[in-house]
């Protein structure tokens, strides 16, 4: 690189605005098809278990405490995602969403990485008494 050639992108530089953003200040805007976090709807749920079996992640587990009086608990581990939006498509009564607007992911205890959905005294019960988490199946 020449000295020359140099001196003309300092310049430049020097008189033009940054290109960084302020991200934690000012938060950018997301494509409105954008997939964030997943979120689930209880009330909706009749425990077909097709989120769950359709999941190329194996993200989502349906617990079924008891079907006839549809108490579910659907443990989602963020941290497998792939925010492919299939469990969206495959749940027939649309309990599933996944907003634009719930993207900040980053945390630094592993805790957090797992998120449970359901009434509060069925996701008490289960975290009670947990179960397994469902092994990565292998091909």
Request: charged share 15%.
């Given at each position: 690189m020449k000295i020359g050639s140099m001196f003309k992108d300092i310049l430049k530089s020097f008189f033009s605005a940054p290109v960084t953003e302020t991200y934690p200040l000012k938060k950018p805007q997301t494509a409105k098809r954008f997939r964030g976090r997943?979120?689930?709807?209880?009330?909706k749920c009749t425990g077909c278990?097709?989120?769950s079996k359709d999941c190329p992640a194996y993200a989502l587990e349906v617990i079924i405490l008891d079907r006839a009086a549809k108490r579910f608990v659907v443990r989602y581990n963020i941290d497998r995602c792939a925010y492919c939006g299939q469990c969206i498509q495959s749940c027939k009564f649309k309990c599933i969403t996944m907003p634009n607007d719930d993207w900040e992911l980053?945390?630094?205890?592993t805790e957090k990485f797992t998120a449970y959905f359901g009434k509060d005294e069925d996701v008490a019960r289960v975290l009670e008494n947990p179960t397994p988490s469902a092994p990565l199946k292998e091909e």
């Open positions: 997943l979120h689930f709807d209880p009330v278990n097709l989120c980053a945390a630094l205890d």
